[in-house]
């Protein structure tokens, strides 16, 4: 398709989700053979897991950082970062994903609504921030505590947990007049709801991902492609 134009006075709003990241050879959660096969979420990612067998969830999550290390940023990654080093204050970025490829490809105007992977906060919610933390912990009684002596846990939103940085988002779609979403299936909320958030306010809305997610309806275009493919040549910036 044609390329989307990005005005002087254009403030982007960008929404990734675990697409862009299964091109970096990641699974995506929701993958036949992806990374939660042979794994229930009620025993690895939600808060009675972690009463229940705090071991058996480091165990699944010092697994994904040990994949998340092997992960290299793909050319989707690196096109983002390049449009933000375009436009400065006039980009942001909202990840549900929980690994670093943003980052690492560039990427500063960023927050990780589910958590990131490489860190680590106090299961007993004291307060403290969290902490840079990318140990593979073979097991629990390697896991560190918080000065307070609460034990350490993934700084992952756990299902049943409210999305961190909701306020920030919220004010930021506000202010978009370009939202572009890449690699979600539209399925995940409040994720999901972030385009409807961004037509009221009058944006355009552009998905890219190998298929149309499920709220296709609700964007402006809907260009069909891995971001890798497409990302690089989607924008012209004026």
Request: aromatic residues 8%.
């Amino acid at each position: 398709m044609a390329s989307i134009s990005v005005a002087p006075v254009d403030r982007v709003f960008v929404l990734t989700g675990a697409g862009i990241s299964a091109e970096s050879g990641l699974p995506t959660f929701r993958a036949e053979d992806g990374l939660w096969a042979g794994y229930s979420v009620e025993d690895v990612c939600t808060p009675e897991a972690w009463k229940r067998d705090p071991a058996g969830v480091w165990a699944f999550y010092a697994a994904r950082r040990a994949a998340g290390l092997k992960a290299e940023p793909n050319p989707g990654h690196i096109a983002l970062a390049r449009l933000e080093a375009r436009l400065g204050d006039r980009f942001f970025l909202c990840t549900q994903n929980v690994d670093d490829l943003h980052e690492r490809a560039g990427s500063v105007r960023l927050v990780h609504m589910h958590g990131e992977l490489a860190k680590a906060r106090c299961e007993r919610e004291c307060g403290r921030p969290p902490v840079e933390d990318r140990t593979i912990y073979r097991s629990l009684d390697e896991v560190g505590r918080c000065p307070c002596g609460g034990r350490l846990r993934p700084h992952i939103v756990f299902f049943g947990e409210i999305p961190l940085e909701m306020e920030h988002i919220e004010r930021e779609i506000a202010k978009a007049s370009l939202m572009v979403v890449v690699g979600t299936s539209g399925s995940v909320y409040p994720a999901a709801n972030f385009v409807h958030w961004a037509r009221q306010g009058g944006a355009r809305t552009v998905y890219v991902g190998p298929e149309p997610p499920l709220n296709a309806s609700a964007f402006t275009h809907v260009v069909e492609g891995k971001a890798g493919e497409v990302l690089s040549g989607l924008f012209q910036v004026r």
